[in-house]
């Protein structure tokens, strides 16, 4: 599939989320988190990375603070731009987030909470659009792919049923997913 199909699925993803009202939007960001914490591996997970919700994305800061909140390792993905890469830090509340690449937050602390990947026990990432095959559309700088291509932890989306499409374009540097979680299911594609 080429660039221009990922850009126009980008584009009817990014409609369809921003158009959830902001009542339905409270109600399935707690049916997302439900469905999360209900997962098996994540509950059994010590370290988990998630990252900072950004525009209309399902909300993640009220996920971050309750895995703070219950001891869980919370690990926030910073942009490495020079090489498209993520650096993973260990956060201990939400004031340790500042605006970074693109206006996302991020985390602000010191080298001494740098994480290696293989550290941890389950990865949250997001992303525009997906496939009941656990393929995902991402936002197109492939930070996320690099990440997961090397992954040694379970790998899930949080997305809105809105943003589930019969198929999605793929192409050879995309790494399918493990899950999806939305509103109303989990889709499971390990193994």
Same mark, same amino acid.
């Given at each position: #599939?080429?660039a221009?199909?990922?850009?126009?699925?980008?584009?009817k993803?990014? /409609?369809l989320?921003?158009?959830?009202?902001?009542e =339905?939007r409270l109600?399935?960001?707690g049916?997302?988190k439900?469905? /999360? =914490?209900? /997962?098996? !591996?994540?509950?059994?997970?010590e370290t988990? #990375? $998630?990252?900072?919700?950004?525009?209309?994305?399902?909300?993640?800061f009220? %996920? %971050?603070?309750?895995?703070?909140?219950i001891?869980?390792?919370?690990?926030?993905?910073?942009?490495?731009?020079?090489?498209?890469?993520?650096? =993973?830090y260990?956060?201990e509340?939400?004031?340790e $987030?500042?605006?970074?690449?693109?206006?996302?937050?991020?985390?602000?602390v010191a080298?001494e909470r $740098?994480?290696?990947?293989?550290?941890l026990?389950? %990865?949250?990432?997001?992303?525009a659009?997906f496939?009941?095959?656990c393929?995902?559309?991402g936002?197109?700088?492939?930070?996320?792919?690099? $990440? =997961?291509?090397?992954?040694t !932890?379970?790998?899930f989306?949080?997305?809105?049923e809105?943003?589930?499409?019969?198929?999605?374009?793929?192409?050879?540097?995309?790494v399918? /997913?493990?899950?999806?979680i939305?509103?109303e299911?989990?889709?499971?594609c390990?193994?």
């Amino acid at each position: #599939m080429t660039a221009p199909d990922k850009k126009s699925i980008r584009q009817k993803a990014f /409609l369809l989320r921003d158009s959830i009202t902001p009542e =339905l939007r409270l109600f399935k960001n707690g049916e997302i988190k439900k469905n /999360l =914490l209900a /997962l098996d !591996a994540f509950d059994k997970a010590e370290t988990v #990375m $998630l990252f900072a919700s950004f525009r209309s994305e399902v909300d993640t800061f009220d %996920i %971050i603070k309750h895995c703070i909140s219950i001891g869980k390792k919370t690990i926030l993905p910073k942009a490495d731009k020079d090489n498209c890469g993520l650096l =993973l830090y260990e956060i201990e509340n939400i004031g340790e $987030l500042e605006k970074g690449y693109f206006i996302i937050l991020e985390p602000k602390v010191a080298d001494e909470r $740098l994480t290696p990947k293989e550290k941890l026990d389950f %990865i949250v990432v997001p992303g525009a659009a997906f496939d009941a095959r656990c393929n995902r559309v991402g936002y197109g700088k492939g930070f996320y792919d690099r $990440l =997961l291509i090397q992954r040694t !932890a379970p790998a899930f989306a949080l997305a809105y049923e809105e943003q589930i499409f019969d198929s999605v374009p793929v192409d050879k540097y995309d790494v399918r /997913l493990d899950g999806i979680i939305t509103d109303e299911r989990v889709i499971s594609c390990d193994g």
